[in-house]
């Protein structure tokens, strides 16, 4: 049986201790983290502490904290020949240095609080310093999920960056569709079926070729007159950077 | 029984013909189309013509066209007391107003000729110049979809501008999220459940409160490191204007 310590008690800690709860080869044998309150969700199933001195002895030390807390926290941790890994997407494997054995164990997924995630889905990225440490982060996530990934530092980085154009941005724009709805009296369920098949088509088409609408089209006339309904000057010239990005992108086939 | 009469051979067209076809109180009588090869595709189940002088008589037409069609072919249709109506959602009902009775049938989603939709779920929007006109576009409807709205020419024209956001504008970011992951020996698979979940997420959160990452959480660092990872210009300027807009937002929370 493997032993893991989860350090964090956010949306990643929760969800991870729960993923892991059934597993048959890692145990998560403690949580740690400085909110006694945020500890409480965990501590019914598993030991739980605020002393990083009082650390339980395990395999791994899963590092579940925001970018700002790792590197900061990673320096109050003891050193031993444990592996400590963080689950951030954007940080690079070594701000965790101090320790002989480092890893990244990063889900690529939106967790809330709300929501249960089916864990088998969800894509963990895994970067180790050596091959016997990848097998260990294997086992780990092959335990939890079913798709695993080898990504260095400097790709998990990029891979952050798409995350935010397909999830951050994509909801700012359905921020803005359902800004306009409420501004004229429709409710925003009407645009929900819509939403669904945009995303449901990218299953089978390359996003290129899924493109339709005035800008793919080059149809600059509907773009002026759509422009000029808009209301909020910044949504105005949302509208207009996107859709030159969009001519650009086809610009060789008009 | 209601007797249709389809003008237009594309893709509304196919799906709406497709949707009729089990229909208990509609019958597609005949498709209408300048061109015989589109044509070709409903000649096995339905009268198909070429020539607008040789419509067949019927309770309702519909004009499933492109936007500059739908003016000068309604231009060249018989006048009778039948019903004309188009499937557009930026095109005004004025539009047909050389017929007696107008109205407007538009099926608010994205049509592709590779999947089929179940169009039980396709919120279909109308408008007409009168209750009993609008009465008879109501049974149509009823027949093919269980979401059906009145929508009035302005409303329209707004819900197709947030319909571009939320499906061609979407659709866009996920073009630069595959491209980053393109040029980083990336699999954009990878990026599939988190663009799945970000959209199911919507369905029980409203996207004001669904709203994440560093430009909700105004991490400045973050957002210019993302910013100079970017290649393309246009896509830095367009994380960046997206990025206010999203700080602009929540700008009184931070």
Redesign the interface.
Known sequence: MIKAVVIGTGKVARHLVGAFKNSEKVRVVQVAGRNKQALEYFSAEVHTTTDLNNLSIADIYILALS?DAIGPVSARLPENDAMYVHTSG?TPMQSLSRHKRTGVFYP???F?L??R?NFR???I?LEAGNEEDMSLLEVVAQNISD?I?Q?NS??R???H??????????????????T??R??????E??????????A????????E???????RGDLG?IQ??ID??KDP??Q???Q??S???Q??YASEL
Chains 1, 2 share one sequence.
């Not at 995350?163 to 359902?178: D, K, P, S, T």
């Not at 501004?183 to 925003?188: G, Y």
């Not at 088509?201 to 290129?208: A, D, G, R, S």
Request: aromatic share 8%; glycine share 2%.
């Open positions: 970018d954007s690529l997924q939106t809330s709300e929501s995630v889905e969800v894509p990225c798709k990934y990504v400097d790709q980085s990029q891979l960056l798409a995350a935010v154009f397909v999830n951050n941005y994509v909801n700012h724009l359905y921020h803005i569709g359902h306009i709805c501004e004229n009296d429709l409710p925003f009407i645009l929900r079926p819509l939403i669904r098949e945009t995303s088509k990218i299953e089978y088409l390359e996003p290129f899924a493109q339709t609408g005035p800008a793919r509907t007159k759509q309904q808009l910044l949504h010239s949302l509208y950077q996107i030159e990005s969009i650009s992108t």
